[in-house]
């Protein structure tokens, strides 16, 4: 059997099915590459691997092609997880891994999870079915800016929908876009089409780190945003939502309420907590 487990976003939304499929698993692989969890993945692994499990925290390399077809022929006779922070099918790599093992013939089950996309919809107080097509703002590459994001933005707000913004991570490089690079590159891309999409005085909710300690949300104008560059720290994720122009009256209420009260994660789940339950797992 393959497993794909979600893990949540952090250690308080790890959920207690989750932790005893992966004790039931005899080889453990850890996605490293597409998101991260709070406080670390190198906690879980850890904690896993002084109960005896075999575990391996996995690259791009390991997950994809080959590698993932060895994966997959393991699971014909054995339980096999592949551990995603996050929910384990936000990123289309993990889809094609279900393909390649439901075309095999190997057994799959599916832990879904919290992820940023709903949690960030929850904490930004937006009404969910209010929400369009989602996208990730990523940095030029070779001096080529990707448009794709800011034509789903123009899409969105045209049906006065609101638009969730993933921005660029690559965990192995250590890199993190942060808010006023991101909306750096939508403001050059509406400049060079000549648009009149996202204005200075538009009002942009900014979510960091969500679900961790350090979790914070700003909601100020995009002008704001292009400031606060001290403001936005190195190894943080960060996701961006830009409102419809029309907001219902209760959304606006409520964000104007988060400008003066900001709505807090407080962490209830320690390490120690952690190592209790998957040892009271492990003996059972």
């Known amino acids: 059997m393959l497993r794909l487990i979600g893990l949540g976003l952090s250690i ?3 959920h207690l099915g989750s932790l005893k499929r992966i004790l039931s698993c005899d080889e453990i692989v850890v996605d490293g590459y597409t998101s991260v969890w709070f406080p670390s993945i190198h906690l879980l692994t ?3 691997i002084q109960l005896g499990k075999k575990v391996v925290i996995a690259s791009r390399n390991n997950l994809e092609g080959g590698a ?3 994966l997959i022929n393991k699971a014909l006779d054995k339980e096999v997880c592949i551990l995603v922070a996050g929910d384990p099918l936000i990123a289309t790599t993990h889809s094609s891994i279900i393909t390649e093992a439901l075309t095999s013939h190997v057994e799959v089950e599916v832990m879904p999870a919290t992820s940023v996309y709903n949690a960030a919809i929850s904490l930004s107080c937006l009404q969910v079915y209010r929400f369009g097509k ?3 703002v990523v940095s030029p590459k070779n001096g080529i800016i990707y448009e794709y994001p800011f034509n789903v933005i123009k899409m969105n707000r045209s049906q006065n929908l609101h638009t969730l913004l993933l921005l660029e991570i690559d965990i192995e490089k250590n890199y993190y876009m942060k808010p006023h690079e991101a909306i750096g590159v939508l403001l050059r891309i509406q400049e060079r089409l000549a648009e009149n999409v996202i204005s200075l005085k538009d009002i ?3 979510l960091s780190d969500i679900m961790s300690c350090k979790q914070r ?3 100020v104008p995009v002008e704001e945003v292009l400031k ?3 403001e936005f720290q190195h190894n943080i994720l960060y996701t961006i939502i830009i409102p419809s122009k029309d907001l219902h009256p209760v959304e606006e209420e409520c964000l104007n309420l988060m400008k003066k009260s900001r709505i807090n ?5 320690c390490e120690e907590d952690l190592k209790k339950v998957l040892q009271i797992f492990s003996t059972q």
């Open 12 to 14: 308080d939304t790890l």
């Open 46 to 48: 850890s904690l896993l």
């Open 68 to 70: 993932a077809k060895s």
């Open 134 to 136: 989602v996208a990730t």
């Open 204 to 206: 942009v909710i900014i």
């Open 217 to 219: 949300i700003w909601i």
């Open 228 to 230: 606060m560059q001290s």
């Open 265 to 269: 994660h407080q962490c209830m789940v």
